[in-house]
């Protein structure tokens, strides 16, 4: 598989991820991972952030441990800018939000986080920033997970119901995440009733936009700073990095009424 390089000096590498590939392994899974893809040309690399399998978009990698520390330093630090675009379900009625809720884990799921009631274990603060770029109603496909037939690769769902006379509302957003927790957006949309579209774990039953087939989720872009050349503990220039707009849901919100 070949993966497109956005930008790249000696210290890092940002790479525009697509949707179905792991970025850690898995124990559970043999596929191929994004180290897998570049440890042969680069073998110091370590991941500096990590994006959900489903999820595409700008991915930040170092080629160097110390230049690894450097920008986990902005992460943690909540200096470095992130920003996402998703379709969602249903018409969100704000033009523009924070979401403020502390995520924990899921009673009833391992796999999945909460946002408000019946959270347990150990609650950790996020913040999630959201625009309305457009409310649209499109043609949709019903999605069902409590069908006998298996699911496809990715985790989503073979049997879905075409209805082509009908229309379901949706929404465009971006969206900015102000920290950093596993499944953040996706669960702080769910919280809001309006969960990510495609979302096999959060939205397994509501429609589905005709033409979306994965997750609809994308890493935009990121904003941070480099080293600052010989000064190796003060910051550099500003950088930031962009990935194209995914054609499906160009296509999708084209043609949305």
Known sequence: MKIKVLYEDSNILAIDKPSGILVHPDERSKEKTILDLFLKKYPKLEIVHRLDKETSGV??????????????????????????????????KNDRGVINKPIGRS?????????????RGELRDAVTEYRVLKRFKAKHCEISSRSSLPRVRGGSHTDKKFHNASLSKFSYLEIRPKTGRTHQIRVHMKYLN?????????????PTPKGITRMALHAKSIEFNLPAGKAGNMKGDVVKVESSVPLQFKKVIGNCL
Not at 107 to 119: E, I, W
């Open 59 to 92: 991915m930040l990698l170092a080629k160097n441990k110390k230049t690894h520390e450097f920008l986990k330093s902005q992460f943690k630090n909540r200096e470095i800018k992130k920003t996402y675009v998703a379709i969602v379900s249903g018409n969100v």
């Open 107 to 119: 009673p009833k799921d391992f796999r999945r986080y909460l946002a408000g009631r019946g959270v």
């Open 194 to 206: 309006h969960p990510v579209v495609c979302d096999s774990l959060y939205n397994p039953d509501n």
